[in-house]
């Protein structure tokens, strides 16, 4: 106070001391800094959690009833999925059972994104192994509404890309082959749009490379839908029928049964502009013509 005295009598400005040490700071930062100032956040929000806690949040959120969150999370999950790191996090949390309950999901975007995600996950062992013990076979291939028959076309297109790396694996062909992956491919093969039939053709003869699923296709006819589309317009469709009639013609009688059919179309391909059908047409007819 005397200084405060003093200091007006001089005409010279005066502050008072503050105090200082620990306390102080401490008293200070609680009076001064330490303020709630929490934000309004929006109901549909995805609020992103870092570290060990953001595989299980994702997971977690990809259940929510509010769909633009779920659309969010989805989103967020296909982003992750890209690195090994966090795929493996993603599936210790139970990512393979959240997307089999929002693939079947009313909502085009969350299906789309959710089969998409299956369709990575099927690429690596880990997802394969959740994939089966999960199953993901019947979510694809199987039940009244499979994935592969959506009346989505993006959501089809990743679901013949899960079947194909799915298949890629011993145990995941087995699963497929007895779900009768076969018989539904090959009736979807004449039904699909023509650039989506080379993925549905690259799974079957995918199939085919197992002793069971190629007696499969046999049965249920496959070289009657196979040798039309040698003469189709899509390039990817024709060469992929091409290969898979290689497959499906390694026994005499199949050689004899699709020889008079299958010939001028394969012939046919060997002056097609892209080498890779050249290569198939090459392919099948010497699978044709050899004993």
Same mark, same amino acid.
């Given at each position: 106070?005397?200084?405060?005295?003093?200091?007006?009598?001089?005409?010279? *400005?005066?502050?008072?001391?503050?105090?200082?040490?620990?306390?102080?700071?401490?008293?200070?930062?609680?009076?001064?800094?330490?303020? &709630?100032?929490?934000?309004?956040?929006?109901?549909? @929000?995805?609020?992103?959690?870092?570290?060990?806690?953001?595989?299980?949040?994702?997971?977690?959120?990809?259940?929510?009833?509010?769909?633009?969150?779920?659309?969010?999370?989805?989103?967020?999950?296909?982003?992750?999925?890209?690195? &090994?790191?966090?795929?493996? @996090?993603?599936?210790?949390?139970?990512?393979? *059972?959240?997307?089999?309950?929002?693939?079947?999901?009313?909502?085009?975007?969350?299906?789309?994104?959710?089969?998409?995600?299956?369709?990575?996950?099927?690429?690596? &062992?880990?997802?394969?192994?959740?994939? +089966?013990?999960?199953?993901?076979?019947?979510?694809?291939?199987?039940? *009244?509404?499979?994935?592969?028959?959506?009346?989505?076309?993006?959501?089809?297109?990743?679901?013949?890309?899960?079947?194909?790396?799915?298949?890629?694996?011993?145990?995941?062909?087995?699963?497929?082959?007895?779900?009768?992956?076969?018989?539904?491919?090959?009736?979807?093969?004449?039904?699909?749009?023509?650039?989506?039939?080379? +993925?549905?053709?690259?799974?079957?003869?995918?199939?085919?490379?197992?002793?069971?699923?190629?007696?499969?296709?046999?049965?249920?006819?496959?070289?009657?839908?196979?040798?039309?589309?040698?003469?189709?317009?899509?390039?990817?469709?024709?060469?992929?029928?091409?290969?898979?009639? @290689?497959? +499906?013609?390694?026994?005499?009688?199949?050689?004899?049964?699709?020889?008079?059919?299958?010939?001028?179309? +394969?012939?046919?391909?060997?002056?097609?502009?892209?080498?890779?059908?050249?290569?198939?047409?090459?392919?099948?007819?010497?699978?044709?013509?050899?004993?």
């Amino acid at each position: 106070a005397m200084h405060a005295v003093i200091r007006q009598r001089q005409g010279l *400005p005066w502050t008072a001391e503050e105090a200082k040490g620990i306390n102080a700071n401490l008293k200070h930062l609680v009076q001064v800094q330490v303020k &709630p100032n929490v934000q309004p956040v929006a109901e549909d @929000a995805l609020q992103l959690a870092y570290g060990a806690r953001m595989a299980p949040k994702l997971v977690l959120e990809i259940g929510s009833p509010l769909l633009k969150l779920r659309q969010k999370a989805l989103v967020q999950v296909v982003k992750a999925m890209s690195t &090994p790191k966090e795929l493996a @996090a993603l599936l210790v949390a139970g990512l393979v *059972p959240a997307l089999n309950k929002a693939a079947a999901d009313a909502d085009d975007m969350v299906r789309t994104s959710a089969t998409l995600a299956l369709a990575q996950a099927a690429r690596y &062992p880990g997802g394969q192994r959740d994939m +089966l013990a999960s199953s993901s076979v019947g979510v694809l291939v199987d039940g *009244p509404s499979p994935l592969v028959c959506d009346h989505n076309e993006g959501v089809r297109a990743h679901a013949l890309r899960a079947v194909l790396e799915l298949g890629k694996s011993p145990d995941g062909c087995r699963g497929l082959i007895g779900a009768s992956t076969v018989k539904l491919l090959i009736a979807r093969i004449s039904a699909e749009v023509p650039l989506l039939q080379g +993925l549905a053709l690259m799974g079957l003869q995918q199939l085919m490379t197992q002793r069971d699923g190629l007696a499969d296709a046999i049965r249920e006819g496959a070289m009657g839908v196979l040798i039309p589309i040698l003469s189709s317009a899509e390039g990817l469709a024709r060469e992929k029928a091409a290969l898979a009639l @290689a497959c +499906l013609t390694t026994e005499l009688h199949e050689k004899k049964q699709a020889g008079p059919s299958a010939l001028p179309g +394969l012939v046919a391909m060997l002056a097609d502009e892209a080498l890779t059908a050249r290569h198939a047409a090459s392919s099948a007819l010497m699978s044709l013509t050899v004993d």
